[in-house]
């Protein structure tokens, strides 16, 4: 059995950040050792850049640079740190982190907790060389009080982007005041326009990727403004997708009234929904990160089969612990070996040909 199966209920038995900061010391001293899996079909290169594998940890766990380097040594392919505030700020009172136990779910309002972006580039600098061990990506947020986030964006992309291996703008979280209204069109086309700008003169040699995150709470006129705007020459790819304020009839813990982003297995089909929807609007052109309750390869498969380039976790690690990046990679592979697939690349859109 699994050593994390184990210790699971004693880990439960602690409040939920508090646990989650556990995690964090457990890596940075090396407590928690991984065993990734490699295979050849797993390999893929998605903007230029090579990928092990298409596994990712997600924003959210690692959100000021504290174990970006002991993350990949579990079996990631990338990791994405943040989202990372241009000032230092709090974030929402506590507690702000819920566990649905009988949900495979997590609900959070965590409100961009960040020792910010001076502080993020301090630890992102001491990193190894690149090419790291594995992709380091960096996703940006904007401080609650800031009215023109723009300007905290351009914050961001000046202090962080030479450190990104791809940069993310978040404008999906449910818990910032204001910031999903960054998805309409007008909106996103201004952000986007002055983000790249700023990154191209930021990084004018080997310009790390322009990727926009956006929400599973989408309409259709959602999906075709943000789908024709991924197509300009501004964006290089899409995060489908953040949590969901969205409440299933199917949850049961009683933590499910709690305000919040809700993330975790209710989350995957919706989320596979908006990225499926994507792929088909953009045309297949744009490469697509796929997340949202992937908890297994099955999971892991369908997203990629649905679009996604690449897909990312991080919800599911409360439950299945440390060694789920591996055993999401060995099934992933053999799934792809069974259905005559040589690369990952062979198979991202496959349900739609």
């Known amino acids: 059995m699994d050593l994390y199966n184990l210790l ?18 457990t890596l940075q001293n090396r407590l928690i050792s991984g065993a990734p899996f490699a295979d ?5 290169t998605v903007w230029g850049k090579r990928f092990s594998n298409p596994v990712g940890l997600a924003a959210g766990f690692d959100k000021d640079v504290a174990v970006p380097m002991q993350s990949l040594a579990l079996g990631f392919g990338f990791v994405e740190i943040g989202s990372i505030t241009p000032r230092p700020q709090p974030g929402n009172p506590k507690p702000r982190l819920f566990r649905l136990t ?29 090419p790291h061990p594995g992709i380091v ?22 202090k962080l982007a030479c450190f990104a291996d791809y940069l993310v703008i978040n404008v999906s979280s449910p818990n910032t005041p204001g910031l999903r209204a960054l998805q309409d069109r007008s909106e996103l086309v201004s952000l ?5 700008a700023a990154l191209d003169i930021a990084v004018p040699e080997n310009t790390p990727p322009l990727i926009v995150k956006v929400a599973p709470d989408l309409t259709d ?57 994507l792929y088909q609007a953009t045309k297949g052109q744009v490469p697509l ?13 369908e997203k990629i089969r649905a679009g996604a380039s690449l897909v990312q976790f991080y919800s599911a690690m409360v439950y299945e612990g440390p060694s789920l990046p591996s055993r999401v990679c060995r099934t992933l592979a053999g799934l792809l070996k ?16």
């Not at 050849?40 to 893929?44: I, N």
């Not at 197509?231 to 899409?238: A, I, Q, R, T």
């Open 8 to 25: 699971r209920p004693l880990i439960h038995k602690l409040d939920p950040e508090r646990a989650h900061n556990l995690a964090i010391w």
């Open 40 to 44: 050849p079909v797993l390999e893929s």
């Open 102 to 130: 009988e949900d495979n779910a997590v609900i959070n309002r965590m409100g961009f907790n960040s020792a910010g972006a001076d502080f993020a580039a301090g630890r992102l600098s001491k990193l190894p060389p690149k």
């Open 137 to 158: 990506a960096v996703n940006l947020g904007k401080n609650k009080e800031t009215e023109d986030a723009t300007a905290d964006y351009l914050i961001g992309v000046e």
């Open 192 to 196: 986007v326009t002055q983000v790249r």
């Open 221 to 277: 006129e959602d999906i075709a403004d943000i789908a024709d705007v991924a197509m300009s020459d501004d964006v290089d790819g899409l995060i489908a997708t953040n949590t969901t304020i969205a409440r299933p009839m199917s949850l049961k813990n009683p933590s499910k009234s709690e305000t919040g982003g809700l993330s975790g297995q209710p989350l995957f089909k919706p989320s596979t929904q908006i990225l499926s929807s």
């Open 289 to 301: 990160i796929g997340v949202g309750g992937i908890s297994s390869g099955a999971d892991a498969y």
């Open 338 to 353: 069974r259905d005559g697939f040589n690369s990952v690349a062979d198979a991202v859109g496959a349900d739609h040909r």
